[in-house]
């Protein structure tokens, strides 16, 4: 990961929200928009804009599916990148693998996300329930 100054945080507090996928690809999309990456002048920079929507989706997801439920979304915007956080409350480890079959769904989730980030990993607190699973994505040249 890294460590640049960041310039702005941005912080969801999701807990017990109904329809937190929407709402945090809203937040996301907001963020993006005051940053100026949205709307987008050229094509990179909606592609890079629409990775960090996808990956935020990915996350919150993969936390509603597998970890009861998000807790809270940060998105720090850095120099050269866009660092991207969901604390959940589940114990498990989330780990990209090959989609078992392709077209379908289910699967896919940890393994796009590695595909479009420049790193990605979990971090716990020793003696705390849960985790923060983050996504490092470049920003838009």
């Given at each position: 990961m890294l460590m640049?100054?960041?310039?702005d945080v941005r912080t969801l507090s999701l807990g017990e929200t109904s329809g937190t996928v929407?709402?945090?690809?809203?937040?996301?999309?907001?963020?993006?928009?005051?940053?100026?990456?949205?709307?987008?002048?050229?094509a990179d920079r909606r592609?890079?804009?629409?990775?960090?929507?996808?990956?935020v989706s990915e996350?919150?997801?993969?936390?509603?599916?597998?970890?009861?439920?998000?807790?809270?979304?940060?998105?720090?915007?850095?120099?050269?990148?866009?660092?991207?956080?969901v604390t959940d409350r589940g114990s498990g480890q989330p780990a990209p693998r090959t989609p078992h079959r392709a077209g379908r769904?289910?699967?896919?989730g940890m393994f796009i996300v590695q595909r479009l980030c420049l790193d990605w990993g979990v971090r716990r607190v020793?003696?705390?329930?849960?985790?923060?699973?983050?996504?490092?994505?470049?920003?838009?040249?």
């Open positions: 640049d100054q960041a310039s929407p709402l945090a690809r809203d937040f996301t999309r907001t963020a993006l928009t005051e940053w100026g990456w949205l709307p987008a002048a050229t592609a890079a804009a629409e990775d960090v929507l996808l990956v996350l919150v997801t993969n936390a509603c599916l597998h970890a009861e439920g998000p807790e809270e979304l940060r998105v720090v915007r850095y120099d050269r990148t866009v660092l991207l956080e769904p289910g699967g896919h020793p003696g705390s329930p849960g985790k923060t699973v983050w996504a490092e994505l470049a920003s838009p040249a």
